[in-house]
């Protein structure tokens, strides 16, 4: 049993097209990470979010406490933007801790 | 992007000899951690430091062990490496507990690609 769920693992999306990562989680959370790990490994966060929505230049975060879900959201997609997207949560009572999804594998053609 | 460097980025081992990755943090936070990543899995935490001395396991800490003597330090040492450790290792440091509302996030090493023939 995952307690984080991403949908779709893999995504391919032509250039400039609008993206949707979607993260499903079953319990409850104090805060929702949204993290990039490129082709070469490393890891970048994106956003860290507890309630609403969050935008950074062409990335857009959402979130749904009672829903228990958040999207990831890319406009106007550049090939650049090929990555490993992970969500992960801050379960509550666990605050050292993070539980990641298995990732969305996205890649962007020109 | 937050100082952390790990070493070394890859390395090859014998089953049963003793490997030692070493995390190394500019950014004077308190806490940190490692995770090691494997297809079909997301990250899982082996252990995490809150302190100079202060470190705890998490959920797949069976075979390896942790030290810091200094809070830019972090070390994960695989006392007898097996096959099943074959992995890529990431270091990440929070300078609050992570999730607590204070705007705390977690920020990631480059990896560590480790493998036991």
């Known amino acids: 049993k995952n307690e984080v769920e991403q949908s779709p693992q893999n995504l391919t999306a032509q250039e400039g097209e609008f993206i949707t990562i979607n993260c499903s989680y079953s319990?409850?959370?104090?805060?929702l990470h949204w993290l990039q790990q490129h082709p070469g490994g490393g890891i970048v966060s994106l956003f860290m979010?507890?309630?609403g929505k969050k935008k950074h230049g062409r990335l857009i975060a959402t979130i749904n406490i009672q829903e228990k879900h958040s999207s990831l959201h890319i406009t106007a997609s550049h090939p650049r933007d090929s990555a490993v997207y992970i969500c992960a949560i801050f379960t509550s009572g666990s605050a050292r801790q993070l539980t990641f999804g298995s990732g969305t594998q996205l890649t962007v053609l020109p | 992007d937050a100082g952390i460097t790990q070493s070394p980025r890859h390395k090859v081992t014998e089953t049963g000899t003793p490997v030692t990755l070493r995390c190394h943090q500019t950014e004077n936070h308190r806490y940190m951690y490692w995770y090691r990543q494997d297809p079909g899995h997301g990250l899982r935490l082996i252990h995490y430091?809150?302190?100079?001395?202060?470190?705890d396991k998490g959920e797949v800490s069976d075979g390896y062990s942790v030290s810091r003597s200094k809070t830019e330090d972090f070390l994960l040492t695989l006392e007898s490496a097996t096959s099943s450790q074959t992995s890529v290792y990431f270091c990440?440091?929070?300078?609050?507990?992570?999730?607590?509302?204070?705007?705390?996030?977690?920020?990631f090493g480059q990896g560590t690609r480790l493998t036991v023939v």
């Open positions: 979010l507890s309630s």
């Open positions: 430091s809150y302190g100079v001395k202060d470190t």
């Open positions: 319990v409850g959370i104090s805060a």
């Open positions: 990440a440091i929070s300078e609050f507990p992570l999730g607590t509302g204070r705007g705390t996030e977690a920020f």
